[in-house]
Nanobody, 124 residues
Framework: QVQLVESGGGLVPAGGSLRLSCAASGRTFSSYVMGWFRQAPGKEREFVAA????????YYTDSVKGRFTISRDNAKNTVYLQMNSLKPEDTAVYYCAAKSTIVEILRSTGYDYWGQGTQVTVSS
């Protein structure tokens, strides 16, 4: 069992930056692939980024490449999402999620554990 708690959301102007954190409970954090998803009002939850167990493999959706950076610190049981050059279309609730395998990482249905989400609002 893994419990995930996101933090770091907020209101920023377009072009600004935020760093989201996701703290995981338990001593097996390094055995999970970690992902970030987001869901805007009226839209489906979408994949943002994922990172493999030790960070060797990293994946991003095209719309955030070059602006967002996912990283993890297994000693701190934490995964991060650094978001730069934010745009109004990045406004959403951001969720972190954990899964044990590297397959189908873009699909939200493949993740076993989810955090409660943190709101990110980018003003124009």
């Amino acid at each position: 069992q893994v419990q995930l708690v996101e933090s770091g959301g907020g209101l920023v102007p377009a072009g600004g930056s935020l760093r989201l954190s996701c703290a995981a409970s338990g001593r097996t954090f390094s055995s999970y692939v970690m992902g970030w998803f987001r869901q805007a009002p009226g839209k489906e939850r979408e994949f943002v980024a994922a990172i493999s167990w030790r960070g060797a493999r990293i994946y991003y959706t095209d719309s955030v490449k070059g602006r967002f950076t996912i990283s993890r610190d297994n000693a701190k049981n934490t995964v991060y999402l650094q978001m730069n050059s934010l745009k109004p279309e990045d406004t959403a609730v951001y969720y972190c999620a954990a899964k044990s395998t590297i397959v189908e990482i873009l699909r939200s249905t493949g993740y076993d554990y989810w955090g409660q989400g943190t709101q990110v609002t980018v003003s124009s």
